[in-house]
């Protein structure tokens, strides 16, 4: 079955910047999606295609990617970020829907 | 506003049907590239999806899961349903609808850009 690999965690101090990444074979053919979740809350849609950022979302989120990884940057990280983050994408067939395992952000 | 609302038993036993309701407004699902989708999360888990359905009635599902799992739509209602068979305690999660939008061109993508805020299920005897 098709995967896509985060770390457990990351964490960062407040103001520096945090990178999150997620990888996958199918990655360098199939678009990236990132996704916030606070504890209790359901997730919400921070980049699509990669490195696209929906309206609302402030510009310290940000999504590159190389090859079979993308990666999601946090600049100035802030105490309000600290969540869970969902890298997600489609298997080869572009259907079936995968999400990563999900990386906690700690904000020391 | 694009709003969704899921709703249905916070319990069920082992070996039951789970019936979820997501109840939409904000947009129409006979609208091309609009779909629901849902998803679910067990406590302290990774999120998982499971099935959905799209403007044109065309439904996908969790290949683990597809035997068990049922989606629908009632255009009417603003309403899709989402059934579940032979419920089991590993199937204790929180599940969320979502809208999930298919983009069709030169550089197809899609999105998942409104979720509801999910209902909690816990299946026990």
């Known amino acids: 079955s098709y995967e896509l690999t985060q770390p457990p965690s990351v964490s960062v101090s407040p103001g520096q910047t945090a990178r999150i990444t997620c990888s996958a074979d199918?990655?360098?053919?199939?678009?990236a999606y990132w996704y916030q979740q606070r504890p209790g809350q359901a997730p919400v849609l921070i980049i699509y295609k990669d490195i696209a950022r929906p309206s609302g979302i402030p510009e310290r989120f940000s999504g590159s990617s190389s090859g079979t990884t993308v990666t999601l940057t946090i600049r100035g990280v802030q105490a309000e970020d600290e969540a869970d983050y969902y890298c997600q994408s489609v298997d080869i067939t572009g259907i079936y829907v995968v999400f990563g395992g999900g990386t906690k952000l700690t904000v020391l | 506003q694009v709003t969704l609302r899921e709703s249905g038993p916070a319990l069920v036993k082992p070996t039951q049907t789970l019936t979820l309701t997501c109840t939409f407004s904000?947009?129409?699902?006979?609208?091309?590239?609009?779909?629901v989708t849902w998803i679910r999360q067990p406590p302290g888990k990774a999120l998982e999806w499971l099935a959905r359905i799209d403007w044109d009635d065309d439904r996908f599902y969790s290949t683990s899961l597809k035997t068990r799992l049922t989606i629908s739509k009632d255009t009417s209602k603003n309403q899709v349903v989402l059934r579940m068979t032979n419920m089991a305690p590993v199937d204790t999660a929180t599940y969320f609808c979502a809208r999930y939008r298919v983009i069709r061109g030169a550089d197809s993508y899609f999105y998942m850009d409104v979720w509801g805020k999910g209902t909690t299920v816990t299946v026990s005897s």
């Open positions: 904000g947009f129409s699902l006979t609208s091309t590239g609009m779909c």
């Open positions: 199918a990655l360098p053919n199939q678009y």
